[in-house]
């Protein structure tokens, strides 16, 4: 069972940063994909950033350039730095954790929510 930790949410005014972070019970190198997901009411819930266990990372084409995807191998961590933040960055963000060859694929955080005020 993995389980993973999500910290680092909250209210910040238009313009400002907030990094989110999140822990993990096992060896994040063990995960083959990392990734920050964000879900706002009525809405599915999209990828913001994934980063693989070799390094390879993605963003999606609404953060690029403000976003950055990390991530610590001795402290099983990994972070959403997010700067310049919009009020449509508002979402409960989630953490997941992705193996490709496992009985179960995914597991996923408890949410933290991101409020961005205009």
């Known amino acids: 069972q993995v389980q993973l930790v999500e910290s680092g949410g909250g209210l910040v005014q238009a313009g400002g940063s907030l990094r989110l972070s999140c822990g993990t019970s096992?060896?994040?190198?063990?995960?083959?994909?990392m990734g920050w997901y964000r879900q706002t009411p009525g809405k599915q819930r999209e990828l913001v950033a994934q980063?693989?266990?070799?390094?390879?990372?993605n963003y999606a084409d609404s953060v690029k350039g403000r976003f950055t995807i990390s991530r610590d191998n001795v402290k099983n961590t990994m972070y959403l730095q997010m700067n310049s933040l919009k009020p449509e960055d508002t979402a409960v963000y989630y953490c997941n954790a992705h193996f490709r060859f496992a009985s179960r694929s995914d597991y996923w955080g408890q949410g933290t929510q991101v409020t961005v005020s205009s």
């Open positions: 980063i693989t266990s070799v390094g390879v990372i």
């Open positions: 096992v060896s994040i190198l063990s995960i083959n994909v």
